[in-house]
């Protein structure tokens, strides 16, 4: 079984392939573009980085952290449509609690009422949360996740800057 590249989400059906890697969908796909520049980072750099985040407020409530990668599971159905998706958030403890008792609730009212992919596909979001809500990432350093999302988040800003000033260097 495959994990997704960019949010280590067991890839149970369908995913996105691309440059040996998968992704669970679309969304994770497209965040996970800058991933190749992400590995380029120093370590040095990227651990600096990655405890600044963690030691600092929340970005969701600005209440204090340690902060750390929290991931919800949702999913809705529409009939013959079943659309689901992992959201990791990078937030408080609290933040991360509110965020996958509000999914797994929201994807227990919404999530059933399509065939056959709804009857499925809703428990797993919901245990999902259920387990991520019971193994939360240890509070004592950033998880390989906050590393990883914070390796993300600076390969953006890198991508982002060479696209508005193609001409400049690096000194
Ligand atoms: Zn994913
Ligand atoms: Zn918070």
Redesign the pocket.
Known sequence: MNR?A????LILFGGVRDKGMQ???AA?HASGQTLIVARAIPEEILSKYAGEIHQGNCPACRGKGPVDVHISYFVWSALLLTSWS?KPRICCRACGIKNQLGSALGSALVGWWGFPWGILVTPIQIVRNLVALCSPPAPSKPSDSLRKLAAINLAARFTAEQKANPTARQS
Request: charge should be neutral; proline fraction near 0%.
């Open positions: 997704c960019y949010c280590n989400t992704f669970c969908n994770c992992s």
